[in-house]
């Protein structure tokens, strides 16, 4: 059994990693888009 | 692999009743369970409407001449089943497994970001919609039907055809979203909701098969989507993309097709080629064999299988050299594939196995696909693919490869994990019967089609030369078998959910893994402490 302080630690290290997840998936979610767009730019010019 | 340290379930559970009751659970659902419960019911009703649309078609091939319908309405048929099957029914049981799997797998707490989870779902039953409407539509004199163009949307006939293509277009974008919000998810909740001590090389191999999936998603999607964008300026406004006389080039829709479409074959298998080895080590009561070679197999797949695209259209004419290199790198593919089928034979050497029903479908997954395999080598050859291109050959090739390889592969996830995610253990016998069937009646439906292609049937035809009735009848009389002995996967799935013997936490005596150290069904909210893993 962990101890309430022990959880609450767990707790923020789990809001960190989602606050990482959240940065990480703004970038692949930006290389998408830009994939998207190359096809676009590439035949503009 | 699970040497875990400290589980602690204190408080598993306690949130359980907070969910909102009736179809508010289900539409506003954050939880990694239900959204993966709902991808898993939704592509199994897709994969009974796609399934229900070729049986009609193989009716129509049961005789030559025209028996049941025009040969607008046939192409509308294959196109639409080959779309529903592709991004509705496989696709999403792969996000389902990966939904309900993942987060048990790695000791995360939920998928890492649980909003766009519930919408990368809830996009996919609109998109479904889209595809399927213009039939209704046709109905009360709207529009010609649906898309008739078969999945590729070639163009110019993808150019010239009727609304059906537009709908298709607007599916696809949605659809493609839906992917790339699902894959992003996925990304993110292996790299950081990983139980502390779970290295990347400790990851499951379900996981690392998905995390390759999820890239070649998020690689290839963007330029189907931009491929179809501009499929949709050269209808409505005024750009010659792929209009020859205004300047454009219509092979070049091909590349841009099949840059994703190849990658498509390897996103639909590469989740299941990650959860064989897991099945056959829990049947074989053994370690699975060769994890490291397993896991650089799977990166060289994925990056082999976004340069070889070209050797779908061989024979619309290129370069002596980029035949060669087109024709080498598939060939070379077979080299990480041959790695990870010699892995799953030598996972099962010596061991003690038992044939349940999830090693059954597995060893038929392995036989068969391994014909997808040997077939698609001959079709990778340049000098052969010129007499088997578009005929019935590549027909027979790409269903061991997505039926046998695909569908199978999902079947055996389900039977392996449906104890696990019900708390019920499913009828064995209704298992072995729907295996049986679905074997002997998979081989009757597509091993005439093999011959039927090497004697020159095309395919996507509603009529056909005579000497090619007899092995077309057994194909039909093979489909309408393996099409209704689905529906004992269906009524075994109902009944597992609905009752039956009651399935310990470690479902399958052979089983590793932390998913089998969650009680079966595993609490509505797992691993809110995350494990540690030695």
């Known amino acids: 059994m962990t101890t309430p302080s022990e959880r609450l630690e767990a707790a923020a290290e789990l809001d960190r990693r989602r606050a990482a997840s959240r940065r990480l998936a703004w970038v692949l979610g930006a290389v998408a888009l830009a994939i998207y767009a190359l096809g676009f730019i590439y035949y503009r010019s | 692999m699970s040497n875990v340290t400290s589980i ?54 049961f005789q030559p001449g025209l028996q049941l319908m025009q040969p607008e309405f046939f192409n509308q048929l294959i196109g639409v089943h080959a779309l529903i099957m592709i991004f509705a029914a496989l696709m999403p049981a792969a996000t389902g497994f990966a939904n309900w799997q993942i987060p048990l797998m790695i000791g995360a707490p939920d998928m890492a970001l649980p909003r766009i989870n519930n919408w990368g779902f809830w996009l996919l039953p609109p998109a479904a919609t ?36 537009d709908f298709a ?19 993110v909740t292996i790299f950081n909701l990983r139980a502390p001590g779970m290295t990347m090389m400790k990851l499951p191999l379900f996981a690392w098969g998905w995390l390759i999936t999820a890239f070649l998603l998020i690689a290839t999607i963007p330029v189907l989507a931009g491929a179809v964008t501009m499929l949709l300026t050269d209808r409505h406004f005024g750009t010659h993309f792929f ?3 205004g300047g454009g080039d219509p092979i070049l829709f091909q590349h841009l097709f099949w840059f994703f479409g190849h990658p498509e ?77 010699f892995c799953w034979v030598a996972t099962m050497w010596r061991g003690a196995m038992s044939f349940e029903t999830p090693m059954l479908f597995a060893q038929g997954f392995i036989v068969l696909f391994g014909l997808a395999g040997l077939t698609g080598l ?40 449906l104890p696990k995610w019900t708390g019920h253990m499913f009828s064995e016998t209704l298992g072995k019967w729907h295996f049986w069937l679905t074997v002997v009646s998979f081989n ?52 597992c959910v609905k009752g039956g013997a009651k399935a310990s936490a470690k479902v399958w005596e052979g089983a590793e893994g932390l998913e089998w150290d969650l009680s079966s069904p595993p609490p509505h909210h797992s691993w809110e402490t995350q494990p540690v893993i030695k």
């Open chain 2, 378 to 417: 001959v079709l990778a050859d340049v000098a052969a693919d010129a007499q088997y291109h578009h005929s019935y050959f590549v027909v027979a090739h790409f269903h061991y490869a997505l039926f046998a390889g695909g569908i199978m592969g999902v079947m055996t996830g389900v039977y392996y994990w």
């Open chain 2, 8 to 61: 602690d379930h204190h408080g598993e559970g306690h949130h359980a009743e907070h969910y909102q009751g009736g179809i508010m659970r289900w539409l506003t659902t954050t939880n990694h369970k239900d959204i993966g419960t709902m991808y898993m019911t939704f592509a199994l009703i897709m994969f009974f409407i796609g399934g229900a649309m070729i049986l009609a078609v193989r009716a129509e091939l």
């Open chain 2, 169 to 187: 277009i607007f599916s696809i974008h949605i659809l493609g979203i839906s992917s790339i919000l699902g894959s992003i998810n996925i990304i």
């Open chain 2, 265 to 341: 074959v390897y996103i639909l298998l590469l989740p299941l080629w990650g959860l064989m080895p897991h099945v056959l080590a829990t049947f074989s009561r053994k370690p699975i064999y060769g994890y490291t070679a397993q896991v650089y197999s799977f990166i060289a797949i994925g990056l082999l299988s976004v340069v070889v695209w070209a050797h779908h259209f061989f024979t619309a004419g290129m370069p002596v050299p980029a035949l060669l290199y087109f024709m080498y790198s598939t060939m070379f593919i077979s080299l990480p594939l041959a790695v990870l089928f």
């Open chain 2, 130 to 165: 889209l595809l399927t409407l213009p039939f209704i539509l046709a109905i009360f004199g709207v529009g010609d039907g649906a898309v008739a163009t078969g999945w590729t949307l070639y163009a110019p006939l993808s150019v010239q055809g009727g609304m059906g293509v």
């Open chain 2, 444 to 495: 009757l439906t597509f091993m005439p089609q093999f011959f039927l292609g090497l004697a020159g049937m095309p395919r996507r035809i509603p009529d056909y030369a005579l000497q090619f009735v007899e092995f077309n009848a057994i194909s039909t009389v093979g489909a309408f078998i393996l099409g209704f002995s689905q529906l004992l996967f269906a009524i075994n799935i109902y009944k």
């Open chain 2, 243 to 245: 209009n020859a006389a």
